[in-house]
C-alpha cells in the first residue's frame, strides 16, 4: 500500500523515469515477498519456534534454582575450594523443609540425581530426618548428622552446578562429558557413558545403509539411464512404487519376509540349505536391510538424474582414442557421476541418521540409533534436558551434511544447466 | 537405439550383463517385499505364513467392522486432506512469491522454507511436543493438521515452483497488457497453465501427510490416531492378518497417488510435446 502511495505521488512531481521503474519494481519485490511471508511465519510458529524451544531447553536450568532458592543464592559466591559456610547449610535446611511443605523437592531431587546418582535418596532422607529448622549455628552440624554426604565437596559442587538458569551439563552428558568437583570437563563415569556409542552406532549403520544403498543403486541407475526411455520409464515403476508405499507397510513386509517362520526362512529350509531358522531380524541385520529397502530410491534417483546428463559422446570418444572400456569407465564415466554419488550418499546417509521407526520396529536393543533415545527421554523418563542435548547433537550434524549437500546439488544444477 | 546395444567387445558384453543380472536382483529386493505381504491379507489362516491354507477377505472384513481400524482410516483422511488444502495454500503463495522475489536472502529463505523435509523426525516431533503442548494444540486435530502442513509444504514449493520456472511470464504480461485485473489473469491465465504442478504438489503433500507417524506417534491422542500409528502399535505387540490387509488398503493408495502423477506427468510432456 505505502509502495503504491509512493510511486503515485511521485510520478505527479515528475521523477526520471529511471527512478520510477526502479521504485516500481521495489513495490513488484514488495509483493513477491508479502506472498511469501505466510509461509514463513506459519513456519516459524509450527517448526523453527518449536526447535528453537527445543535448543533452548538443552540449556535450562532452572529446577533448582527454583527449588532451592535461598541455596542457591548463599552458594553464588562460594569458591567451591573447601566446604561451604554455616550460612549455606542453613539456606538449605530451610529450603528443603520449604520444598517439602509445597511437594515440590521431586524436582530437584530429579534434576541433582540426573549430575550424581544417589543425589535423590540424600535429598529424601535429609527432608525425613530434618524436623525442624536448626538453631542457628547448628545448621552444618545437624545436616552432617543426618547424611554425611553433606560432608562431600561434590554434593555442593553439584548443588551449584545445577543452580542455573543455563547449563551445559546436559550438552556435555550428551557427549559423555561432565564436570568434576573443580569445573574441569572429564570424561563421565562410565556407568553413564553411553551416548559416544549411540552416537557411533547411528553413524555406522548410516555409513553401511548409505554404501549399501550406492552400490545397489548404481548400476540400476545405470541401467535405468541407458536404456531407451520407454523401457527406462517402466522399469523405473520399480523404483517409484516402493518410494510410495508407507514406511510402515515397508517395515512390516519386511518383518513378514524375514521372521523366523518367514519366507525367507521358509525358503531356505525347503530348500536344505539351512536346518534352524536363522535370525534375521530384530537385530543390525534386519535393520540394515529394511532401512536400506526404505532407502535405496533416495539414492537412484540423483544417481540416475546424473547418468542421464552425460553424454554418450564422451565414452564413444574415449573408445575412438583407444581407451579400453574399463579405464573409459573409470577415467570418464565415474568421474563425471561423482556430482550425482555425492548427492545420493549424502541425502542417503541424512535420512538415515534420524531414523526411529525402522529400527524401533525391527532392531534389537543393541542396534537402537539416536532418534529411539530422545524419544524415550521426551515421552518414558521425561529428561527433557538430555533428549533436547541429544536432539541438538543430531541436528547439527544433520546441519553441517545439508549445507554439504546444498553446495553438491547447487554445483550440479550449474553443471548441468551448461550442458543443456 | 542406445549404444549399449552395438556392444563392441566381450568383456562390454559381460559388463552389461551383469548390469541387467544385478539390476533384476536390486528390482526384485525393491518390489517383492511390497508383493510378499499382499496374498497374506487374503488368507483363511491366521499366521503370516506360506503357503496359504485358504483364501477369505476376513481380514478385511475385520478391518472394516473394527472401530479402532476405521476411526484411524478416518484420522488419516482427515488429517490428509486438511493438512494438503492448508499447505496448497501456504505452497502456491510462497511458490508464486519466490518466482518473482529477487534477492541475495533468497537461498536463505528456500533454504528455511525447506529445511522440515530434512530435519530428522523426531526433532521435529519433540520440539512440537513441547510446544504445542502447553497450548493445548497436542491431542488435538488443529496440533497434527499444523504439524503435517509444516512437513507438507516444502514440497508444495518444490512442485509448484519447477512448474513456474517452465511458465512463460510474458503470457501473464499479455494478459495485464489486454486489460486483466491480476486476480483474473491469474484464474484464467496462470492457473490452467500450472494446474498440473498443483495437482502433483497436492499428491506429495497428501501422501507425506498420509504416511507420516513420528509426528503422531509424540502428538496424537487416542482420538487422532491415524493408520500408519495405528500399524505401528500392531506390528509393536504382534503382526495380525488385519495389519496385512491394512498394508494392502495403504498400498492401494500409494499406487493411485503414483498413478495419478505419472497420468499428469504425461499430460504435462504431451503438452510441452505440441506447443513445441
Known amino acids: 500500500m505505502t509502495a503504491a502511495f509512493l510511486t503515485g505521488a511521485d510520478a505527479e512531481t515528475k521523477v526520471p523515469l529511471k527512478r520510477r521503474l526502479k521504485q516500481a519494481e521495489r513495490a513488484r519485490q514488495l509483493k513477491a515477498l508479502a506472498l511469501v511471508v505466510p509461509l514463513l511465519l506459519f513456519l516459524l510458529f509450527t ?15 532452572r529446577e533448582v534454582r527454583q527449588v532451592l532458592p535461598q541455596t542457591v543464592a548463599a552458594l553464588a559466591n562460594w569458591d567451591g575450594k573447601d566446604l561451604p559456610d554455616e550460612k549455606a547449610y542453613a539456606a538449605l535446611a530451610s529450603d528443603i523443609q520449604a520444598a517439602r511443605a509445597s511437594g515440590t523437592l521431586a524436582i530437584a531431587a530429579k534434576r541433582l540425581n540426573y549430575a550424581l546418582n544417589g543425589f535423590r535418596s540424600i535429598l529424601t532422607s535429609t527432608a525425613r530426618n530434618l524436623k525442624t529448622v536448626p538453631a542457628p549455628g547448628t545448621a552444618k ?44 570437563i572429564v570424561a563421565a563415569p562410565p556407568d553413564q557413558a553411553i551416548y559416544r556409542d549411540v552416537f557411533a552406532r547411528t553413524f555406522l549403520i548410516s555409513l553401511g545403509v548409505t554404501l549399501l544403498c550406492l552400490i545397489l543403486g548404481f548400476p540400476v541407475a ?199 | 537405439m542406445s549404444d549399449n546395444l552395438s556392444l563392441r567387445t566381450p568383456s562390454q558384453r559381460i559388463a552389461w550383463t551383469a548390469t541387467i543380472v544385478i539390476s533384476t536382483l536390486v528390482f526384485i529386493f525393491l518390489i517383492a517385499p511390497i508383493l510378499a505381504i499382499m496374498p497374506l491379507s487374503f488368507s483363511s489362516g491366521s499366521y503370516l505364513t506360506y503357503p496359504l491354507p485358504g483364501l477369505s477377505l476376513r481380514w478385511y472384513d475385520d478391518f472394516i467392522n473394527s472401530p479402532r481400524w476405521m476411526n484411524s482410516l478416518k484420522n488419516s483422511m482427515i488429517i490428509g486432506v486438511a493438512s494438503t488444502l492448508l499447505s496448497m495454500v501456504l505452497g502456491t503463495l510462497a511458490a508464486l512469491g519466490l518466482a518473482q522475489w529477487k534477492s541475495r536472502f533468497k537461498p536463505l529463505v528456500l533454504a528455511f522454507v525447506l529445511s522440515p523435509v530434512v530435519v530428522p523426525g523426531v526433532i521435529t516431533a519433540v520440539g512440537l511436543y513441547f510446544f504445542f503442548a502447553p497450548i493445548g494444540l497436542t491431542g488435538s486435530y488443529l496440533g497434527l493438521i499444523l504439524a503435517h502442513t509444516a512437513l507438507a509444504t516444502p514440497f508444495v514449493v518444490i512442485t509448484v515452483g519447477a512448474t513456474l520456472q517452465s511458465f512463460d511470464t510474458n503470457l501473464a504480461r499479455a494478459a495485464a497488457s489486454l486489460g486483466a485485473s491480476p486476480l483474473y489473469a491469474f484464474r484464467r491465465v496462470i492457473l490452467p497453465l500450472i494446474l498440473p504442478g498443483l495437482a502433483s504438489g497436492a499428491l506429495f503433500a497428501f501422501a507425506t501427510s498420509f504416511d507420516e507417524v513420528v509426528i503422531v506417534l509424540f502428538m496424537a491422542g487416542p482420538e487422532q490416531r491415524t493408520l500408519p500409528r495405528e500399524m505401528f502399535s500392531g506390528i509393536r505387540e504382534n503382526i495380525s492378518p488385519t495389519i496385512t490387509a491394512a498394508a494392502v488398503i495403504l498400498t492401494t493408495v500409494s499406487v493411485i497417488l503414483l498413478a495419478t502423477l505419472e497420468g499428469l506427468r504425461r499430460r504435462n510432456e504431451r503438452l510441452k510435446g505440441s506447443s513445441n
Open chain 1, 222 to 420: 545405470y541401467l535405468l539411464a541407458a536404456l531407451p526411455p520407454g523401457r527406462s520409464n517402466l522399469l523405473m515403476i520399480f523404483v517409484l512404487l516402493p518410494f510410495w508405499t508407507s514406511l510402515l507397510v515397508r517395515t512390516c513386509a519386511w518383518i513378514v519376509l524375514l521372521q523366523s517362520n518367514g519366507v525367507v526362512n521358509d525358503s531356505l529350509r525347503w530348500l536344505g540349505i539351512i536346518d534352524e531358522p536363522l535370525r534375521l531380524i530384530y537385530n543390525r541385520f534386519g535393520v540394515c536391510v529394511a532401512m536400506t529397502h526404505v532407502l535405496l530410491p533416495f539414492m537412484i534417483l540423483p544417481l540416475y538424474s546424473s547418468m542421464k546428463a552425460i553424454s554418450p559422446a564422451y565414452m564413444r570418444a574415449a573408445a575412438s582414442l583407444g581407451a579400453p572400456p574399463l579405464t573409459a569407465f573409470l577415467r570418464i564415466y565415474l568421474p563425471q557421476t561423482l556430482p550425482g554419488i555425492g548427492a545420493g550418499s549424502l541425502l542417503v546417509f541424512i535420512l538415515a541418521l534420524g531414523y526411529y521407526i525402522t529400527p524401533a520396529l525391527v532392531g534389537g536393543a543393541a542396534d537402537q540409533m539416536i532418534s529411539y533415545f530422545i524419544a524415550l527421554y521426551t515421552t518414558e523418563t521425561a529428561n527433557w534436558g538430555l533428549a533436547s542435548a541429544l536432539g541438538a547433537v543430531l541436528l547439527l550434524a544433520t546441519i553441517l551434511l545439508a549445507l554439504v549437500y546444498g553446495k553438491l546439488v547447487q554445483g550440479q544444477q550449474v553443471t548441468g544447466g551448461m550442458k543443456n
Open chain 1, 141 to 184: 552440624e545437624t545436616l552432617d548428622k543426618i547424611n554425611p554426604a553433606w560432608r562431600e565437596r561434590t554434593t555442593w559442587t553439584t548443588i551449584k552446578d545445577a543452580s542455573g538458569p543455563v547449563t551445559g551439563f546436559y550438552l556435555l552428558a550428551a557427549l559423555d562429558l561432565t564436570r568434576n568437583a573443580d569445573g574441569a
Open chain 1, 47 to 61: 517448526f523453527a519456534g518449536p526447535i528453537a524451544g527445543m535448543l533452548w531447553r538443552a540449556v535450562d536450568d
